[in-house]
């Protein structure tokens, strides 16, 4: 029986594809395939670690009554409207869950983020 393939095994396979076809470029080619295949590497870590999802989650115990896809605008609204500050009780922490999150996905090499790990 075949598996159903997902979003990221067809980005993963463009990306893959990037990265052999920019050995046999030169010049400017290889500069911009080697751009793609790093794009399409960081939509690969989007897809699969979803730091959206996990900072809503992260916020969620400070809202418990919005919904999941509604936490982080809700959360960024009492942010700016000057109703939550560091000085609310998990927020500070919630936050950070969210920044390693995406981290993760945008530059997992970061040594601040191995930092954050507790690596």
Known sequence: MRSRIEAVDLVEAAA???KEAEAELSGHMAFHAKVAANALAIAVRELRERPGA???EALGALLPDAALDERLAAA???IRS???T???PGLLDALEVGVTARL?????RFSTLQRLRGA
């Not at 993760?104 to 997992?108: G, M, T």
């Open 16 to 18: 893959a594809f990037l």
């Open 54 to 56: 996990v900072e809503a």
């Open 76 to 78: 960024c609204a009492r």
């Open 82 to 84: 000057g109703a939550w």
């Open 86 to 88: 560091t000085e609310t």
């Open 104 to 108: 993760a996905v945008d530059n997992p």
